[in-house]
Nanobody
Framework: QVQLVESGGGLVQPGGSLRLSCAAS????????LAWYRQAPGEQREWVAR???????AYADSVRGRFTISRDNAKATVYLQMNSLKPADTAVYYCFASYNRPYWGQGTQVTVSS
């Protein structure tokens, strides 16, 4: 059983930055595929970024060049560095992990507003 706990969300002005963290339980974190998703009010959940066990990364077009996903296997944590934030980035951000099953965190709110 894998549990994921997000942190680092909050209120930020347009153009600002936030760094989200997701700490995972379990002893096999290094073999998880990890991703971030987000969901704005009234919208469907959107894939944002993913990182593989080999540290290959991929990003949605809407965040490429602004967001960076990374992982620290020793700390069993995945990060999402978000720069140049826009109001359209406002959403609940969810951590995702896949090993032999999919797992989801409970989400952390990111609000980009003046």
């Amino acid at each position: 059983q894998v549990q994921l706990v997000e942190s680092g969300g909050g209120l930020v002005q347009p153009g600002g930055s936030l760094r989200l963290s997701c700490a995972a339980s379990g002893s096999r974190f290094s073999v998880y595929t990890l991703a971030w998703y987000r969901q704005a009010p009234g919208e469907q959940r959107e894939w944002v970024a993913r990182i593989t066990t080999g540290d290959n990364t991929a990003y949605a077009d809407s965040v490429r060049g602004r967001f960076t996903i990374s992982r620290d296997n020793a700390k069993a944590t995945v990060y999402l560095q978000m720069n140049s934030l826009k109001p359209a980035d406002t959403a609940v951000y969810y951590c995702f992990a896949s090993y032999n099953r999919p797992y989801w965190g409970q989400g952390t709110q990111v609000t980009v507003s003046s």
